[in-house]
């Protein structure tokens, strides 16, 4: 009887070993199982992959204005020209000669007295714009006076001054042609105008 029961309670010892061995064997297939699994299972593949764009792009920019400076011509100085109205043989005492100079017509006169801007011997021969300086009517010589005479208006000019406004509308002296004299040969010039003719504000333009 006591060995039954010794034999028994072996059993029963040997009995929770064999138990604990069979759930750790189990486990351990588990583990190795999974491994395995984990191992021999497909897995997403994760592919990093760098895109070069190349970008074209177009830029309309809006039309340039560009401003040429050209060089300027150099002015052209304006000047009277020096032109012969007559010879000093040509001219007689108090009868006047009709010319033209720079587009304008020209009374030119041998006074017979020394004249305020005369030339010549006796510095009598004298030039004047045959147009009055009040409308811009034509003059007529007077010999008894040497004077010159608007037609339109009567106004009096006074050769022998200048050109000096006697009576009459006028307020200003008759344009008067300045003159130069060739002695060597008696040559009369005429190189300019002492101020604005009527109508004008520029005796060259």
Do not use: W
Request: some cysteine; charged content about 20%.
């Amino acid at each position: 009887m006591v060995m039954s029961e010794e034999k028994e309670r072996g059993e029963k010892k040997a009995r929770p070993d064999s138990t604990r061995r069979a759930v750790v064997a189990a486990a351990g297939a588990l583990v190795v199982g999974g491994v395995v699994g984990y191992l021999l299972a497909p897995r997403e593949r994760v592919v990093t992959e760098t895109l070069t764009q190349t970008v074209t792009q177009t830029v309309t920019q809006p039309p340039q204005t560009v401003t040429v400076t050209q060089p300027q011509p150099a002015p052209v100085a304006k000047r009277y020209e020096r032109v012969k109205l007559a010879n000093i043989r040509d001219l007689v005492d108090k009868r006047p000669v009709f010319k033209q100079y720079m587009g304008y017509n020209v009374l030119l006169v041998k006074l017979g007295e020394p004249a305020v801007g005369g030339v010549g011997p006796r510095g009598d021969v004298v030039a004047f714009v045959n147009q009055c300086t009040h409308m811009g009517g034509p003059l007529v010589y007077l010999p008894d006076v040497n004077c010159a005479v608007c037609q339109i208006h009567f106004t009096q000019f006074d050769l022998a001054r200048g050109g000096k406004q006697v009576t009459g509308h006028a307020t200003e002296f008759l344009p008067q042609v300045e003159l130069e004299y060739d002695a060597a040969t008696g040559d009369i010039y005429a190189v300019g105008i002492n101020q604005l003719v009527y109508g004008k504000y520029d005796n060259l333009a």
